[in-house]
């Protein structure tokens, strides 16, 4: 499933890197690591998430460099550039 979803929005092969795993589990790793929402909108609709719109730039070191509003054009420039700049020195 989530291989479908990477190749219909353009991300598949090894441009991103997807998550699964038990729903309890992905909601703490969020709320915890990331400090961003993850939860259910409906409890009878296990599919129905409200979620996080940030993207995360994350190094080899499994260290946070830099956290991005998805819906802010100069921040996802940003985060190309900070991508770019990370993979440059090989991290």
């Keep these: 499933v989530l291989k479908n979803y ?4 353009g991300g598949a ?4 890197h997807l998550l699964t795993g038990a729903q309890k589990e992905l909601f703490k790793l969020a709320v915890a690591t990331f400090k961003v929402t993850a939860a259910l909108e409906d409890p009878n609709d296990p599919t129905n998430i409200a979620h996080s719109t940030r993207f995360f730039l994350i190094d080899r070191d499994l260290v946070i460099r830099g956290r991005y509003a998805s819906e802010e054009q100069e921040q ?4 190309r550039a ?3 700049i990370l993979a440059e020195k090989g991290n």
Excluded at 76 to 79: F, I, Y
């Design 6 to 9: 990477a190749t219909y929005y």
């Design 13 to 16: 092969g090894e441009r991103w």
């Design 76 to 79: 996802m420039r940003g985060l």
């Design 82 to 84: 900070d991508a770019k």
